[in-house]
């Protein structure tokens, strides 16, 4: 009853820029915390960033100050705006959603995963 898609990723040259997004869709009452988790090659998926309904907002270590996370409500969307791209950066980049929904007469939170957006940094 509630999808998220993901848009934006793509091949760029080291030090370029790229702005991912991720929408929500389906019966949401409230969107609660939202955020951009990347998996490279051969490792594990780690955390990028994170922002709450309150927009507060955290940062892996190896993005600050490159990478801004942002929402807007109205669209039920998570954007992450990627800026100083490394060849590290290359990943598939996932949207993930804490979302209450309507499901028959009653409300339900469920977390969400989007199916992914590749992002590849030349060098």
Known sequence: QVQ?????GGLVQAGGSLRLSCAASGTIFRINHMGWYRQAPGKQR??????TSGENTTYADSVKGRFTISRDNAKNTVYLQINSLKPEDTAVYYCNADITYYSVSSFRRDDYWGQGTQVTVSS
């Open 4 to 8: 998220l898609a993901e848009s934006g």
């Open 46 to 51: 780690e955390l990028v960033a994170t922002i």
